[in-house]
């Protein structure tokens, strides 16, 4: 007689680990709002990262959507740099850029950016959820020229963003506390901000220098 199965057996599986980036082509990436078009030349690939190497590359978005998500991939910024990476993001000409939809994981040089000091409580420094909510532990960076590891989760309602091992920011991504926060930011007013559950992964060109590599993600 077969025995009772475990508890374990019951649970949902999480899917495989699968890499958004092979290190040598932007097979999966596309232009937002240029899906049928090649990358602009201003991203390239070197050394397996993914670089922009110049203002007006425009913003990479992933070929396929998510919902529920673990995303891992590390990062550099260029001295006095910034970027992002967005999730959720919308893809619709109605919007213009991936932040009109997508929540943004801040990455800067803390100590050369503006930003870092814009904003209110370090909300735009880097592992911020950007303009709305601050890393809780500003050590957890690394400086410009050096690569930092970020860990972003999304599941049911709930979102975690981890930066070199250390949990820095959570929240929910919908209801009052989301509205609460959103209409404290930037973002009041703003149609499609935050208004989807499952989209495209964003890396921004914000037109200085940043690496991406080791880019992977498993659905929840």
């Known amino acids: 007689m ?5 508890a374990d ?21 596309h232009n937002y709002l240029k899906p049928n078009q090649n990358v602009s030349d201003k991203w390239k690939i070197e ?8 203002r007006g590359g425009g913003d990479l978005v992933t070929d396929k959507e998510y919902g529920n998500f673990e995303l891992e991939l590390e990062w550099k910024i260029s001295e006095g740099g910034n970027s992002g990476i967005m999730y959720h993001v919308h893809e619709d000409p109605k919007f213009r850029a991936t932040y009109a939809t997508g929540p943004e994981v801040q990455v800067l040089d803390n100590e050369r950016h503006p930003d870092a000091k814009a904003g209110r409580n370090n909300n ?14 500003l050590s957890a960076h690394k400086p410009a020229g050096e690569w930092n ?13 981890y930066l070199n091992g250390k949990k820095i920011v959570e929240y929910p991504t919908s209801g009052p506390e989301w509205d609460k926060m959103v209409s404290e930011s930037k973002f009041k007013g703003w149609e499609g901000f935050g208004k989807y559950n499952t989209g495209h992964i964003a890396l921004q060109d914000h037109g200085d220098k940043v690496w991406y590599r080791n880019i992977r993600i498993r659905e929840l």
Not at 124 to 137: E, F, K, N, Q, V
């Open 9 to 29: 057996a019951f649970k949902p599986k999480k899917a495989k680990w699968m890499k958004l980036f092979d290190g040598k082509s932007f097979t999966g990436w």
């Open 47 to 54: 050394d397996g990262a993914i670089v922009l190497d110049g």
């Open 149 to 161: 590891k970020v860990r972003i989760v999304v599941n049911n309602g709930k979102a975690e963003h």
């Open 2 to 6: 077969a025995g009772t199965p475990s």
């Open 124 to 137: 735009r420094t880097a592992g911020s959820l950007y303009d709305m909510l601050p890393p809780s532990d």
